[in-house]
């Protein structure tokens, strides 16, 4: 199981929404929030990556728990985000060129079928992500709170 530290945030009933702790910056833009080199991070801003946990341990706003995860549903997780599109994006472009082979047209006819192919994929991972709410796998557990011992200068930043 993978652990992390994280903050709680707010809590809604018996749910928690959750934002991870960084203890140390990042090496290359120095943020200790969002990324700071990202085209999005400079577009949007440095906002936190919230999630939410089932709070089972009865923490409340501003207390650091640890938070877990099964290792083989993120190693799952990160092969159908990237494998399984990619696959299908090669896939369709082999398809594209052979299946409506026409020396006129070739390319034209692989790149088609290389963004139906993608288009596949993308709507395969929709319906994934979908049916994956429903796997408790793929659900973060707050596991407990952390020690106190264990944390160094952990602070909540209110935006």
Known sequence: ?????????????????????????CGLCGQSRGCGISICGRLFGHRPNLFKAQNTVNAEVDQVVVVGMEESALLWSSFAVYGIPLALLILGAILGSTVFFNALYADRNTAFGAVTGLFIGYLWLKGHNQ????????????????????????????E
Do not use: H
Request: positive net charge; proline residues 6%; contains cysteine.
């Open 1 to 25: 199981m993978i652990q992390e530290n994280a903050i709680v945030v707010s809590i809604d009933k018996d749910v928690a929404s959750l934002e991870i702790v960084r203890n140390k910056p």
């Open 131 to 158: 049916g994956s709410r429903l796997d408790a796998r793929y659900r973060p557990v707050i596991l407990g709170l952390a020690e106190p011992t264990s944390i160094v200068n952990v602070q909540c930043k209110k």
